[in-house]
């Protein structure tokens, strides 16, 4: 298979690897996958310069070192690149907050322990986590449509808080109860987000895990378990 020269320019993105030039001979199937995932990552790092609405499928291209032969060979557009790269980013988010939690036996020390997953990747993450939380709000109606699934998705972790609670704390909590904490949780990191202080995301565990304990083991509780 041979190299294309559109696709290796002076210099690539520090965190992408870079392929030899002429016949490497590597599997086909390992260089499209690392087309894709410089694309996924271009565009991650288009919509944190530009936003989604000014990002084009040039600058993606420029960000990822591809030509846009190489784009199209893997996208239509750049609304079906961003739905992948949102897909990705909430992959990862779940599976890092999965392990977070079950790694504990207690469901609050669970929680906790996935809410500090969640802020250490997006802290960590900042181009994506702009993508996932803010941009993909305005991406459009697919995107859109993955966004509100993948915070369902999020929402069987607090729903096990009510197992064994009292009568008069199931009482207390609606229906809507554990979809409007993550709401809450999403509007502040997302907050925090577009004021560029994405690197601060991690700050905000102690009020975060207290609001979100406090309706199932009660303020004092909560606010115990958060400080820990």
């Keep these: 298979m041979t190299f294309d020269p559109a696709d290796a320019p002076a210099e690539y993105p520090p965190e ?25 990552a271009g565009l991650a790092e288009a919509v944190a310069e530009k936003g989604y609405g000014g990002t084009t499928i040039a600058d993606i291209t420029r960000h990822a070192a591809v030509s846009r032969r190489t784009f199209y060979e893997h996208f239509d557009g750049k609304d079906e690149c961003f739905v992948a790269a949102f897909d990705t ?4 988010l779940r599976e890092r907050v999965e ?14 322990a996935g ?24 991406a459009g109606p697919v995107v859109v449509e ?8 999020f929402l069987p972790y607090l729903e096990a808080g009510r197992d064994g609670r009292p009568k008069k704390v199931l009482d207390r909590l609606s229906d809507s109860t554990e979809e409007a904490l993550v709401g809450g949780m999403v ?3 997302s907050r925090r987000i577009v004021a560029g202080q994405t690197d601060e995301l991690e700050s905000l565990l102690p009020d975060l895990v207290e609001f979100t304990l406090a309706p199932y083991v009660g303020n004092d509780e909560a606010a115990r378990i958060a400080r820990a």
């Design 16 to 40: 992408l690897s870079r392929l030899p030039p002429g016949r490497h001979g590597l599997p086909r199937d390992f260089v499209v996958h690392n087309q894709r995932e410089r694309l996924i």
């Design 89 to 92: 980013v909430t992959e990862q």
């Design 99 to 112: 392990e977070a939690y079950q790694a504990e036996d207690d469901w609050a020390d669970g929680i906790r």
């Design 115 to 138: 809410i500090a997953a969640m802020l250490a990747f997006l802290s960590s993450e900042p181009n994506l986590a702009r993508l996932g939380i803010v941009e993909a709000l305005v």
């Design 146 to 153: 993955r966004y509100d699934a993948a915070v369902q998705t």
């Design 187 to 189: 509007s502040l990191i």
